[in-house]
T-cell receptor, first 114, second 115 residues
Framework: GENVEQHPSTLSVQEGDSAVIKCTYS??????FPWYKQELGKRPQLIID?????GEKKDQRIAVTLNKTAKHFSLHITETQPEDSAVYFC?????????????FGTGTRLTIIP | NAGVTQTPKFQVLKTGQSMTLQCAQD?????MSWYRQDPGMGLRLIHY???????DQGEVPNGYNVSRSTTEDFPLRLLSAAPSQTSVYFC??????????????FGPGTRLTVL
């Protein structure tokens, strides 16, 4: 089955600086890659996603890049703010099943230092 | 819309007891899933369903049963609770691939402790 590795497990960034979180996946059939943000005690919420036919997607301060050849994708947060502090999860899903069979990474705890 | 709802929010069980975690969604989503979240391990898929009457196993199905008799409901049954099942359980739903949206919407979670 799919295996998703996520690094780093913790990340501290000065407010205003950029943060980058990286994930690798093993199943070349995966073609959907979402990123979820989870605040303490809350449910995961989708912040951005990308499909394998796209190399990069941007939404305001958040961007995701995908390298299918190398099987890795990354989350970029620019101009970080205190409210960006949370745990971020990447995930991958094989094309045959669509989006209901997500395999998640182990998460990155991002702390924004004021 | 209430979105995805889960009950109960908290539950304490003794080893060997059984119980059902409830999950419902009012978005007419075809796909529903159950995940467990443990510290340092992310979310792991337990069971999922692609529509009423259709279920399949995920990564960690042992000790759990599911059924999907309606589009709205997807209960998770613990047959004989074990301390290893202490976790936070999330239910999620998503729309059909044909609609173009892949987002999974999560419920608020159930925190389960097995003594």
């Amino acid at each position: 089955g799919e295996n998703v590795e996520q690094h780093p497990s913790t990340l501290s960034v000065q407010e205003g600086d950029s943060a980058v979180i990286k994930c690798t996946y093993s199943d070349s059939a995966s073609n959907y890659f979402p990123w979820y943000k989870q605040e303490l005690g809350k449910r995961p919420q989708l912040i951005i996603d990308i499909r394998s036919n796209v190399g990069e997607k941007k939404d305001q301060r958040i961007a995701v890049t995908l390298n299918k050849t190398a099987k890795h994708f990354s989350l970029h947060i620019t101009e970080t703010q205190p409210e960006d502090s949370a745990v971020y999860f990447c995930a991958a899903s094989p094309g045959n099943f669509g989006n209901e069979k997500l395999t998640f990474g182990t998460g990155t705890r991002l702390t924004i230092i004021p | 819309n209430a979105g995805v709802t889960q009950t109960p929010k908290f539950q304490v069980l003794k080893t060997g007891q059984s119980m059902t975690l409830q999950c419902a969604q009012d978005m007419n989503h075809e796909y529903m899933s159950w995940y467990r979240q443990d510290p340092g391990m992310g979310l792991r898929l337990i069971h999922y369903s692609v529509g009423a009457g259709i279920t399949d196993q995920g990564e960690v199905p042992n000790g759990y049963n599911v059924s999907r008799s309606t589009t709205e409901d997807f209960p998770l049954r613990l047959l004989s609770a074990a301390p290893s099942q202490t976790s936070v359980y999330f239910c999620a739903s998503s729309s059909s691939r044909t609609s173009g949206s892949h987002e999974q919407f999560f419920g608020p979670g159930t925190r389960l402790t097995v003594l």
